[in-house]
């Protein structure tokens, strides 16, 4: 086989109609060989002929879309300075844009050979692993985006849906069962409708860069469902397409990208630059082991047979090093400029801004994104913590950064499943969290409210389930959180009891409530809408089946109805996602009214000793639309209704009195009720007043069930 020099950039495979360059990262390479495979499986080598600032690199004429390659690398030998390097190994591309195929999990996958104890004897496992690895393909990237243009929705409009690419549509009858668990089922017309319905803009997709089922997980019958176990952070996972895996995936990728940005939806992906999928030291040799262990991972300075684990996978990506910053810089802009995405999720996100050893909010990774012409530009999303120590760091990450607030989720459930708490962090929590985000300069967006997420109960097992039923995970039930801080209304699990179904439903409706009127961004679960059980499991990242498909033929229709209903709300009420903070004082001169008040249940404003009772269930809040401080897109200031929400959290009924302040309202319409799940479309008409509608004057008195939520329109 020919092979000429070719050139070091760009990394990986590119092909340019006439042939492919390859190239690829290694500083402790001696020799690099690029390995093809025909469709029986035969390989063929040649040795990268050229090296340029430690790339190794050559370009094969007549080598096209289509080819499946990887790589062996010769070098040393030394496990005791971090160094890896067994040509027996196959290896992918880094950079490669497609991969075919999972790992069999047979001894030869390893590096070491293992003594009678199975632990490593760090000698060197010289088993040919090609017959048992997935294989990198080379891509053709052309595509007619045919004008594609991202929605770009503004931050504090945006409504996101955490989704799996495969669990959305597998049992949808709507969708034909080829493409039900592909990246074309989320671009079905029948998924579309089902998102344009509900009135969400972005999809936050679980991660879709190529992953690997665990030999641990496979061996007791299982999978990698969620598919935090990235080995290419450029290729869509090959599983979730259904025009194949020879580079097709790509294509259909692009495809689904431009009929959702057709319809106003954003793409987020949740990616995982932590750590990868070859483990811990016992793990297998796939990629980046191989090509140069010591340059891309992080290894334990006093043992460096050993790694730096701040993930809990057994391994950390060493983002202190350049080649590892171009990688994730790399990835992330080809997934903008060449994939269209509209954003990312960046899983235990602190892991990447860690130094030496703490987390620096200055690292060099923020730096690179901050300065970065095309990645500054998308949503940016951290999960604020990692397993290692200082890891927390809600609050924490610099602008233009948003987080996924773990810390509104727990007091959201502990105020509805009434717990003594402090009133005000629920306070703060509802106004977007400014304890957290206003002090740098950053805006209510920052907050991404959630109450469940992919990782623990969905909102239906979250009021049914006291404890996790996680048997069919294979862990004794040893896995997943113990505490679902929530209230499940009495009765564990599935009941007929027409009692408990209902006060599950109105703790549902409260949830929703609070996180869709929240100020910050709100992201609902996907299938919580419907009403999606996962049988009290809370941790179901290896159950690929039934247990975490949603389930279309037993859709809560009410349930859907108010949390679309809920959406229309917020989306037509600039007073429920504002731009910047309350300041708490009137916001025009003249103006009698703040742009926020809250109060006790007798009608007076809140004292400070009000805040500290933890006892207190109980609380109302004014949000003045007529004063908002906020403009639009063209700088027109908004002008919107006024609302005052009653929240009772106590198991019994409590009186409210409205307020008697000039300038605060003085005739108040009703228009939704968690209480009353009957109400047409889940609320109550918006425009005047139907003939005999109870309208509700400053001074009354109003009865506000047990455990639920009043929202009044001021008239």
Same mark, same amino acid.
């Not at 996978?313 to 995405?341: C, F, K």
């Not at 008040?597 to 000793?609: E, H, I, Q, S, V």
């Given at each position: 086989?020919?092979?000429?020099?070719?050139?070091?950039?760009?990394?990986?495979?590119?092909?340019?109609?006439?042939?492919?360059?390859?190239?690829?990262?290694?500083?402790?390479?001696?020799?690099?060989?690029?390995?093809?495979?025909?469709?029986?499986?035969?390989?063929?080598?040649?040795?990268?002929?050229?090296?340029?600032?430690?790339?190794?690199?050559?370009?094969?004429?007549?080598?096209?879309?289509?080819?499946?390659?990887?790589?062996?690398?010769?070098?040393?030998?030394?496990?005791?300075?971090?160094?890896?390097?067994?040509?027996?190994?196959?290896?992918?591309?880094?950079?490669?844009?497609?991969?075919?195929?999972?790992?069999?999990?047979?001894?030869?996958?390893?590096?070491?050979?293992?003594?009678?104890?199975?632990?490593?004897?760090?000698?060197?496992?010289?088993?040919?692993?090609?017959?048992?690895?997935?294989?990198?393909?080379?891509?053709?990237?052309?595509?007619?985006?045919?004008?594609?243009?991202?929605?770009?929705?503004?931050?504090?409009?945006?409504?996101?849906?955490?989704?799996?690419?495969?669990?959305?549509?597998?049992?949808?009858?709507?969708?034909?069962?080829?493409?039900?668990?592909?990246?074309?089922?989320?671009?079905?017309?029948?998924?579309?409708?089902?998102?344009?319905?509900?009135?969400?803009?972005?999809?936050?997709?679980?991660?879709?860069?190529?992953?690997?089922?665990?030999?641990?997980?496979?061996?007791?019958?299982?999978?990698?469902?969620?598919?935090?176990?990235?080995?290419?952070?450029?290729?869509?996972?090959?599983?979730?397409?259904?025009?194949?895996?020879?580079?097709?995936?790509?294509?259909?990728?692009?495809?689904?990208?431009?009929?959702?940005?057709?319809?106003?939806?954003?793409?987020?992906?949740?990616?995982?630059?932590?750590?990868?999928?070859?483990?811990?030291?016992?793990?297998?040799?796939?990629?980046?082991?191989?090509?140069?262990?010591?340059?891309?991972?992080?290894?334990?300075?006093?043992?460096?047979?050993?790694?730096?684990?701040?993930?809990?996978?057994?391994?950390?990506?060493?983002?202190?090093?350049?080649?590892?910053?171009?990688?994730?810089?790399?990835?992330?802009?080809?997934?903008?400029?060449?994939?269209?995405?509209?954003?990312?999720?960046?899983?235990?996100?602190?892991?990447?801004?860690?130094?030496?050893?703490?987390?620096?909010?200055?690292?060099?990774?923020?730096?690179?994104?901050?300065?970065?012409?095309?990645?500054?530009?998308?949503?940016?999303?951290?999960?604020?913590?990692?397993?290692?120590?200082?890891?927390?760091?809600?609050?924490?990450?610099?602008?233009?950064?948003?987080?996924?607030?773990?810390?509104?989720?727990?007091?959201?459930?502990?105020?509805?499943?009434?717990?003594?708490?402090?009133?005000?962090?629920?306070?703060?929590?509802?106004?977007?969290?400014?304890?957290?985000?206003?002090?740098?300069?950053?805006?209510?967006?920052?907050?991404?409210?959630?109450?469940?997420?992919?990782?623990?109960?969905?909102?239906?097992?979250?009021?049914?389930?006291?404890?996790?039923?996680?048997?069919?995970?294979?862990?004794?039930?040893?896995?997943?959180?113990?505490?679902?801080?929530?209230?499940?209304?009495?009765?564990?699990?599935?009941?007929?009891?027409?009692?408990?179904?209902?006060?599950?439903?109105?703790?549902?409706?409260?949830?929703?409530?609070?996180?869709?009127?929240?100020?910050?961004?709100?992201?609902?679960?996907?299938?919580?809408?419907?009403?999606?059980?996962?049988?009290?499991?809370?941790?179901?990242?290896?159950?690929?089946?039934?247990?975490?498909?949603?389930?279309?033929?037993?859709? !809560?229709?009410?349930? &859907?109805? %108010?949390? =679309?209903?809920?959406?229309?709300?917020?989306? $037509?009420? /600039? @007073?429920?996602?504002?731009?910047?903070?309350?300041?708490?004082?009137?916001?025009?001169?003249?103006?009698?009214?703040?742009?926020?008040?809250?109060?006790?249940?007798?009608?007076?404003?809140?004292?400070?000793?009000?805040?500290?009772?933890?006892?207190?269930?109980?609380?109302?809040?004014?949000?003045?639309?007529?004063?908002?401080?906020?403009?639009?897109?063209?700088?027109?200031?908004?002008?919107? !209704?006024?609302?005052? &929400?009653? %929240?009772? =959290?106590?198991?019994?009924?409590?009186?409210? $009195?409205? /307020? @008697?302040?000039?300038?605060?309202?003085?005739?108040?319409?009703?228009?939704?009720?968690?209480?009353?799940?009957?109400?047409?479309?889940?609320?109550?008409?918006?425009?005047?007043?139907?003939?005999?509608?109870?309208?509700?004057?400053?001074?009354?008195?109003?009865?506000?069930?047990?455990?639920?939520?009043?929202?009044?329109?001021?008239?």
């Amino acid at each position: 086989m020919k092979i000429f020099p070719g050139s070091a950039y760009p990394l990986g495979a590119s092909f340019d109609g006439a042939g492919t360059n390859f190239s690829v990262f290694s500083e402790v390479a001696q020799r690099i060989e690029i390995c093809l495979f025909d469709e029986q499986g035969r390989e063929s080598r040649a040795e990268l002929p050229e090296v340029t600032a430690f790339c190794r690199h050559g370009y094969l004429p007549g080598v096209g879309p289509g080819q499946r390659y990887g790589f062996r690398v010769h070098g040393p030998w030394a496990p005791e300075a971090g160094h890896l390097c067994l040509p027996a190994k196959l290896l992918l591309d880094p950079y490669a844009k497609a991969i075919a195929g999972q790992v069999v999990w047979h001894d030869a996958v390893y590096p070491y050979s293992r003594d009678s104890r199975g632990d490593a004897s760090w000698r060197p496992n010289n088993l040919d692993s090609a017959p048992y690895v997935p294989r990198s393909v080379v891509v053709d990237t052309s595509f007619d985006w045919e004008g594609d243009q991202p929605p770009r929705v503004p931050a504090h409009e945006s409504i996101i849906y955490e989704v799996h690419v495969k669990g959305f549509s597998m049992r949808h009858p709507g969708i034909p069962s080829e493409l039900r668990g592909t990246y074309a089922g989320l671009a079905h017309p029948a998924a579309i409708a089902h998102w344009k319905r509900l009135g969400i803009t972005a999809l936050e997709l679980l991660p879709v860069h190529q992953f690997i089922h665990d030999g641990a997980l496979v061996a007791r019958g299982l999978r990698n469902y969620w598919g935090y176990n990235s080995i290419g952070y450029l290729a869509p996972h090959d599983e979730y397409s259904a025009a194949g895996a020879a580079g097709q995936q790509v294509r259909e990728w692009k495809q689904m990208v431009k009929a959702l940005h057709r319809e106003g939806i954003e793409v987020i992906l949740d990616v995982v630059y932590n750590h990868t999928a070859e483990g811990n030291h016992l793990g297998p040799i796939l990629c980046f082991r191989g090509l140069d262990n010591a340059a891309f991972y992080r290894l334990r300075p006093d043992d460096r047979r050993h790694y730096v684990d701040y993930t809990g996978t057994g391994n950390t990506l060493d983002a202190r090093r350049p080649n590892v910053l171009q990688l994730i810089m790399d990835s992330l802009r080809y997934w903008v400029q060449e994939m269209h995405v509209d954003g990312f999720r960046f899983d235990l996100a602190t892991t990447l801004a860690r130094e030496a050893h703490d987390y620096d909010r200055f690292s060099p990774f923020f730096a690179l994104v901050l300065q970065d012409p095309v990645v500054r530009r998308v949503k940016l999303i951290a999960e604020p913590w990692d397993l290692g120590e200082g890891g927390y760091q809600a609050g924490n990450f610099p602008p233009p950064w948003s987080e996924w607030n773990g810390k509104y989720r727990d007091t959201v459930r502990d105020f509805w499943r009434g717990a003594d708490h402090n009133l005000g962090d629920f306070a703060d929590r509802f106004t977007g969290t400014s304890s957290l985000f206003a002090a740098a300069a950053r805006p209510p967006a920052a907050s991404i409210d959630f109450v469940t997420a992919h990782d623990g109960f969905t909102l239906a097992d979250l009021v049914s389930y006291d404890e996790k039923h996680n048997l069919a995970n294979g862990e004794d039930n040893r896995d997943g959180t113990d505490d679902n801080r929530s209230w499940n209304c009495g009765v564990e699990g599935p009941t007929e009891d027409p009692a408990v179904r209902a006060l599950r439903g109105r703790q549902q409706r409260n949830f929703l409530t609070t996180l869709l009127l929240s100020q910050g961004v709100p992201m609902l679960l996907g299938g919580d809408e419907i009403g999606r059980t996962q049988r009290g499991n809370n941790n179901a990242y290896c159950q690929d089946n039934e247990i975490s498909w949603l389930d279309w033929q037993a859709v !809560d229709e009410p349930l &859907l109805r %108010f949390t =679309a209903a809920l959406i229309g709300l917020r989306r $037509r009420h /600039p @007073v429920f996602r504002r731009r910047h903070w309350f300041l708490g004082k009137p916001l025009t001169r003249g103006a009698r009214a703040s742009d926020i008040g809250w109060f006790r249940p007798d009608g007076a404003r809140m004292r400070k000793a009000d805040w500290r009772q933890g006892f207190a269930r109980s609380l109302g809040l004014f949000l003045n639309g007529h004063g908002i401080h906020d403009l639009d897109a063209r700088g027109q200031r908004l002008v919107d !209704d006024s609302f005052y &929400l009653l %929240f009772n =959290a106590h198991h019994e009924p409590v009186p409210f $009195r409205l /307020p @008697v302040r000039p300038g605060w309202g003085e005739r108040w319409l009703p228009v939704l009720d968690t209480a009353a799940p009957d109400q047409p479309e889940g609320t109550a008409p918006e425009g005047a007043p139907a003939p005999g509608q109870q309208l509700l004057a400053a001074g009354h008195e109003v009865l506000v069930a047990g455990r639920s939520i009043l929202l009044l329109r001021r008239i």
